[in-house]
């Protein structure tokens, strides 16, 4: 949706951003990363896991346009994983070369947060442009001593503990979680994983000029780096080639996550599937604000809510200073968001039970005051149209001043088709996921196709699912450039917006 082959869709494919990836060796070589790849910090080929991740994350679709990747522009530097130089180096090749976003497909320990969290977590805070995104691991069933058990708190390790990081769980095409995809808490309650992407059965590249099955959060992490090369792309052209900070980006994806498990955040899903396009509006509809906190402060932000919004989504993230190892939570600086609405009724953000068993743990969200995270999230659902104060106070700021985004949405109740949305080729007797975006899940859905730009539709399926927003079609056996397709849900109706 963000990077269409239509002429007149979006185009945020990576133009300009660099990135940077740490696997087993070089790879390809291959059509698809044509000039768009640097290797000179890799040794010995170890493997075809780096061509996997490195597809996913920026590979163009040259030899094959339906398995381009995220960023199908950006450029990449490649690293051998040892020594996560990639990562240690990027305060330097950040300025230098203007890496963005590193992407880390690897397993580093079990859940603890030790002195390569800490680095990680002060390299982010220190160089703001930066973001590390991660795997959270494929160790879905393990136990790694949190104390509730096997299948809790076996994210693994080291860096992607991190509280400025992005830990990626794993889907498969249906968002559906994969069992071998790690879950949280992290050691000392914090949400983990952060956000999740489609990881299962990904089609990639391999080397040299060929394409494999990839697969596990190892596949889902550099959809997400992919995605933030996307996004920062998008933030330049939108504010005159300024660069986004990585703290702003990480915020937009994480309020704009599609719901999955139990409703709000939780340890198995972090706070839901990315959705670019809704992340990537937040950007062009500017629904963001900064500014700075000090301790026992509070700062007053109001937005206007519009009439009709289904739901209001607001979140609050800053960049935290980088924890103790030794200490029992690594958040340093605590501050404290508290959404009050028209009628002077206040919300307090969701927040999870990280007490050690597994009844709690799977527990849904409640709203309360939260002491763990550097992430807040508000929704509102059906709110009343009117100006809705944020309040954002420095409850505990021992190391400030600090930093913070707030981001927020209106979610609607109209309907947007996602695939197909132009230009795309279907091919006879195959099956195509026709998918789209709607808010609420009380009103089933009716699809239709046409061959005609509309003049006349034919029925597709009926009685969709409610909470479903994906159909698997098998493409009739009709030659036209002029296929759409339409959602309808009661009243409202949404379809492809190009042939």
């Known amino acids: 949706v963000i990077n269409t082959y239509s002429p007149m869709g979006r185009h945020y494919d990576g133009s300009g951003v660099v990135a940077a990836l740490a696997d087993d060796g070089p790879v390809g070589p291959h059509i698809d990363y044509q000039g768009r790849i640097d290797q000179s910090n890799t040794t010995t080929n170890n493997g075809n896991h780096g061509d996997m991740t490195t597809g996913i994350l920026m590979g163009g679709g040259n030899l ?127 949400i983990k994983p952060d956000i999740c992407s489609n990881g299962a059965n990904q089609l990639s590249t391999d080397g040299p000029n060929a394409y494999q099955v990839g697969g596990g959060t190892s596949a889902a992490c550099p959809g997400i780096a992919g995605i933030v090369t996307q996004l920062h792309q998008a933030y330049r052209e939108l504010n005159g080639g300024v660069d986004a900070e990585g703290a702003l980006i990480k915020a937009c994806m994480l309020n704009t996550a599609d719901e999955l498990g139990n409703p709000g955040p939780d340890f198995k899903h ?136 707030l981001v927020y949405e209106f979610v609607n109740e109209a309907i947007n088709v996602t695939y197909p949305i132009g230009a795309e080729g279907f091919v006879p007797g195959e099956v195509e996921t026709i998918r789209w975006d709607a808010f609420g899940n009380t009103t089933s859905f009716n699809l239709e196709y046409s061959t005609d730009l509309g003049t006349t539709w034919n029925s597709m399926a009926t009685n969709i699912p409610a909470g479903q927003r994906y159909y698997n079609w098998t493409v009739p056996n009709t030659v036209t450039g002029q296929a759409l397709v339409k959602v309808t849900r009661g009243a409202l109706s949404g379809q492809s917006p190009e042939a």
């Open 270 to 405: 972090g706070w839901g599937r990315v959705n670019a396009f809704r992340a990537v509006t937040t950007l062009e509809d500017n629904r963001f604000l900064s500014a700075v906190s000090t301790q026992g402060t509070t700062n007053t932000h109001s937005i206007t809510v519009p009439a009709n919004t289904k739901q209001l989504r607001v979140m609050i993230y800053w960049c935290d200073v980088e924890g103790d190892p030794l200490a029992a939570k690594a958040l340093v600086n605590d501050l404290n968001m508290v959404v009050t609405d028209p009628s002077a009724t206040s919300y307090n953000p969701w927040i999870l039970d990280p007490t050690p068993n597994a009844t709690n743990l799977n527990a849904n969200a409640i709203r309360g005051i939260d002491d763990l995270n550097n992430v807040e999230q508000v929704t509102i659902d059906d709110p009343a149209a009117g100006i809705y104060n944020i309040d954002v106070n420095g409850f505990l700021v021992p190391q400030g001043p600090q930093k913070y985004y």
């Open 64 to 190: 094959d346009p339906t398995k381009r990747g995220m960023g199908t522009v950006a450029f990449i530097y490649i690293y051998d994983i040892g020594g996560y130089n990639h990562i240690l180096n990027s305060p330097t090749t950040n300025q230098t070369l203007g890496v963005m976003v590193t992407s880390t497909s690897y397993s580093q320990g079990c859940n603890d947060y030790t002195t390569d969290t800490q680095t990680g977590d002060q390299i982010l805070n220190q160089n703001p442009t930066l973001l590390f995104v991660f795997s959270a691991g494929n160790n879905g069933p393990g136990d790694c001593g949190y104390g509730a058990g096997a299948g809790w708190g076996n994210v693994t390790g080291g860096y992607k503990q991190g509280k400025n990081v992005i830990a990626c769980g794993n889907l498969n095409y249906l968002d559906v979680l994969e069992a071998s995809s790690s879950r949280g808490p992290a050691e000392d309650g914090r």
